[in-house]
C-alpha cells in the first residue's frame, strides 16, 4: 500500500533525527518518553467510550449524570491547561510532566473502584486535573528536544500519530478486558505506563523552564477555571434544559470571569498566558480550526460505541477493531501532513482535512441499525486521514508561533482549544442524541428510566416479557440512531463552515525551513 511506503519512509527519517550525527544523546529515548505519555491520555479518553455502556448499566447514571461522566474530564482539564501550562514553563516541564503521570495513574486507581455515578464523576475530574500536566509539557519539550523546524514538524507528526494510536489501542485493549474483567479494569491499564514513563523519563528527559519566568498568579489560575467550567457548563445547562435561571447565573459569571482573566494577563509583567499570541492571525486561526474541527466530531466520537454496541450488537473487543480504520488514517496523514503542508500550503492542507471530514459526517445521515461495516470503515477512514492532516499542521503552526520560553503556555492553547472542543460537542451535539432518543415511543408500561440512555433500555428490557422487550429495544434503538444522525449533519455544518474560515485565516500561514 502507498500509505505503508510513506510510512517507511518517514520511519527513516525519524530514525535520522532522533539518533543523527550531532544530536543530544537520548533524545531519542526522550521523545519516546513524550510519546507515552501522550499514549497515557489517549487510551483513557477512549476506554471510556468502550466502556460506556457497562457503566450505564452497572451504575445506572441518568441521562444527564452520563453526559457528566463523559465531559466532566474534559471540564475541568480545558479549565486547567493554560495554568499548567505556564506553571511547567516556570517550575520545569520534566517536573510537572512526571507528578503529573503520577497522579494520573493514581486517580486511575480511583475511576477505576468507582461505585456510584457521584464518584465517577468526582474520580474523572480529579483526572483531568492531573492530565492538564501531561499534554502541554510533551508538546513544550519537543519544542526544546527539536529546535530544527523539519525535524520538530516531523516530531510533531509522530506526537498526533502516537496520540491516533492511542485511540486505537484503547477499544482494543479495552474490548478485551471487558469480554473477560468488570469496566474498572480499562482504567487500569493506565499504572503499567505510567510506571515505565515515570521510571525511564526521570532518566532521560531533559529538563527546560523559562529562564525569566515571573510568579505563577494564583488569582489568573482561578479565574481560568471558574471562567471556562462556568461557560461550558451554561452551555451544557440550556442545551439539555432551556435558557433556565442556572444556566444564565453560570454563563455570567464564567463569561465575567474570562472577561477578567484576558484583562489581568494584560496588566501582569508575567501573564500566565501572553494574550499578544492571539494578534498572530495564523496562531488564531489555527486554535479556532482545532476547537471547531473537535466540537463538529464529538458527537461522533463520543457515540459510536454505543451505535456499534447497543444497536448492532457487538462485542467490546469487536466495536474496539471496528474504530480501528480512524486511528490508521490519522496516524498515516499526521506522519506526512509537514511535509505536504510544506509542499502544497498550510492553508490548502488544513482545509482539505476539515471538508473531508465534514463530508464523512455528512455522509452518516443516512445511517441506519442495519449500516454495513464497508461503508462505515470507510467513512471513518476519511475522518482519520482528515483530521491527522488538519491537527498535525495546526499543531506546528502553533507551536512554531511562539519563542522557545512560552512553548508550555502555547501548547497549553492548542489543548485548550481540543478539551474545550470536545466538551462544547459532546453537551452540544449529545444533547441532541439524548433530546431525539426521549422522544420515542415505547410500548405500553416503559419504565421511565429505560429513556435515560439507551444502556438503560438495554438493562431495562432485559426484565420485561419478550414481546414487550422486542418493541422498546426496537423503538429505543430507532430513536438513538435517528439522533446520532442528527447530530452528524449538524457536525458536518460545523466542519465545512470551519474548512471556509480556515481557508482566510491561514492565508500566507508557511511552516518554516530548516535554517
Request: aromatic share 8%; glycine share 12%; net charge positive.
Amino acid at each position: 500500500m502507498t500509505s505503508a511506503l510513506r510510512h517507511g519512509g518517514e520511519a527513516d527519517r525519524l530514525g535520522e533525527f532522533a539518533t543523527g550525527p550531532g544530536k543530544r544523546p537520548g533524545r531519542g529515548l526522550a521523545f519516546c518518553v513524550l510519546v507515552l505519555a501522550v499514549l497515557l491520555v489517549a487510551v483513557d479518553a477512549t476506554v471510556l467510550g468502550v466502556a460506556t455502556p457497562f457503566i450505564s448499566e452497572d451504575l445506572r447514571p441518568s441521562g444527564s449524570q452520563l453526559l457528566w461522566i463523559g465531559d466532566v474530564y474534559s471540564f475541568v482539564i480545558a479549565g486547567l491547561l493554560v495554568s499548567m501550562g505556564s506553571l511547567g514553563d516556570r517550575i520545569g516541564r520534566k517536573r510537572i510532566l512526571l507528578c503529573g503521570a503520577t497522579a494520573f495513574g493514581a486517580m486511575s486507581l480511583l475511576t477505576a473502584y468507582a461505585t456510584s455515578p457521584g464518584t465517577m464523576i468526582l474520580a474523572r475530574a480529579l483526572l483531568g486535573a492531573a492530565g492538564a500536566t501531561l499534554m502541554p509539557a510533551t508538546l513544550a519539550l519537543i519544542r526544546n528536544l527539536f529546535p530544527d523546524p523539519r525535524e520538530r514538524s516531523l516530531a510533531v507528526g509522530a506526537w498526533g500519530a502516537a496520540a491516533s494510536a492511542g485511540t486505537a489501542v484503547g477499544p482494543i485493549v479495552g474490548g478485551f478486558l471487558l469480554e473477560r474483567f468488570w469496566w474498572g479494569s480499562v482504567f487500569l491499564v493506565n499504572l503499567p505506563v505510567m510506571a515505565v514513563l515515570v521510571l525511564v523519563g526521570i532518566r532521560t528527559l531533559p529538563e527546560s523552564r523559562n529562564p525569566r519566568p515571573g510568579p505563577w498568579d494564583l488569582i489568573s489560575v482561578g479565574l481560568s477555571l471558574v471562567g471556562m467550567i462556568g461557560v461550558v457548563y451554561a452551555i451544557k445547562e440550556a442545551a439539555a434544559h432551556g435558557l433556565t435561571t442556572i444556566a444564565y447565573a453560570t454563563g455570567l459569571l464564567g463569561a465575567a470571569a474570562l472577561y477578567g482573566f484576558v484583562r489581568r494577563q494584560l496588566t501582569l509583567p508575567a501573564p500566565l498566558l501572553d494574550m499578544r499570541l492571539f494578534r498572530e492571525r495564523g496562531f488564531g486561526g489555527a486554535v479556532l480550526a482545532d476547537l471547531l474541527t473537535v466540537l463538529g466530531m464529538s458527537g461522533l466520537v463520543f457515540f459510536l460505541s454505543q451505535y456499534l454496541q447497543l444497536v448492532q450488537g457487538r462485542h467490546p473487543f469487536e466495536a474496539g477493531l471496528a474504530e480501528l480504520p480512524a486511528a490508521v488514517g490519522a496516524v498515516a496523514a499526521g506522519l506526512v501532513a509537514g511535509h505536504a503542508a510544506r509542499r502544497f500550503s498550510v492553508r490548502a492542507v488544513v482545509c482539505g482535512g476539515l471538508a473531508a471530514v465534514g463530508l464523512a459526517l455528512a455522509a452518516l445521515t443516512v445511517l441506519s441499525r442495519s449500516t454495513g461495516y464497508p461503508f462505515l470503515g470507510a467513512v471513518l477512514l476519511v475522518v482519520g486521514l482528515g483530521a491527522g492532516f488538519s491537527f498535525t499542521v495546526t499543531a506546528d503552526v502553533i507551536l512554531s508561533s511562539v519563542p522557545k520560553d512560552q512553548a508550555g503556555a502555547a501548547s497549553a492553547v492548542s489543548e485548550t482549544a481540543y478539551e474545550l472542543g470536545a466538551a462544547l460537542g459532546i453537551a452540544l451535539l449529545g444533547s441532541i442524541v439524548t433530546g431525539v432518543y426521549r422522544g420515542f415511543t415505547g410500548p405500553p408500561g416503559t419504565p421511565a428510566e429505560a429513556r435515560e440512555s439507551l444502556g438503560a433500555a438495554v438493562e431495562t428490557a432485559r426484565t420485561l416479557p419478550a414481546h414487550t422487550s422486542t418493541d422498546l429495544l426496537t423503538a429505543a434503538r430507532d430513536s438513538f440512531v435517528h439522533g446520532l444522525a442528527l447530530a452528524s449533519a449538524a457536525g458536518a455544518a460545523v466542519l465545512l463552515a470551519t474548512a471556509v474560515a480556515a481557508w482566510f485565516l491561514l492565508k500566507g500561514q508557511k511552516l518554516e525551513n530548516a535554517g
